[in-house]
């Protein structure tokens, strides 16, 4: 596909510049790298937003993708987002945040919380016509010890 194929099919065949432009220069223009600073004024809005010295305009890109992975946007989707080629450039906006560790360690207390109810609902539940309530407990090791000492291998290895 010819440069700016892909943007003009998503256009739907119109020029990619068809797209509004956010920023523009004094004649309606795309703005270059090299003014986009000047042109927009860029260190008295950060000054004025409260933003700290050193935040650059990609950080906002960086911040959106971000925030994009955060609510559970593929790999796949973040792509897409970002025009990457490659899953590489897309997984720097998936690096985890404590949030999220939160998410994912609530749910599986949720889970384990879910089991733990289910298997103490069986335990209480009365034994069928023919089979044993409990099962026997497993002998430990005369040594006191628990774990694989008290396993009907270990016990078998340590007969022999």
């Not at 920023?23 to 409260?50: I, Q």
């Not at 407990?137 to 078998?156: E, H, I, L, Y």
Request: hydrophobic share 35%; with cysteine; glycine share 10%.
């Amino acid at each position: 596909m010819p440069a700016g194929g892909r943007q003009q099919a998503e256009c739907g065949g119109r020029a990619a510049l068809a797209r509004p432009l956010v920023f523009t220069g004094d004649k309606g223009a795309v703005l270059r790298s090299g003014n986009f600073r000047r042109a927009l004024g860029w260190a008295a809005a950060l000054r004025a937003a409260g933003m700290p010295d050193g935040f650059h305009f990609h950080d906002l890109r960086h911040t959106g993708n971000n925030l994009a992975a955060a609510t559970g946007a593929s790999t796949r989707d973040l792509m897409h987002r970002m025009g990457h080629a490659s899953i590489r450039a897309a997984l720097i906006y998936q690096h985890a945040n404590s949030e999220r560790d939160r998410e994912i360690a609530d749910a599986m207390d949720r889970r384990i919380t879910k089991q733990t109810k289910r298997a103490t609902a069986k335990a209480k539940q009365k034994p069928t016509k023919g089979k044993k309530a409990t099962r026997p407990a497993r002998k430990t090791a005369s040594d006191g010890t628990a774990g694989a000492t008290g396993t009907p291998m270990a016990r078998k290895i340590k007969e022999s």
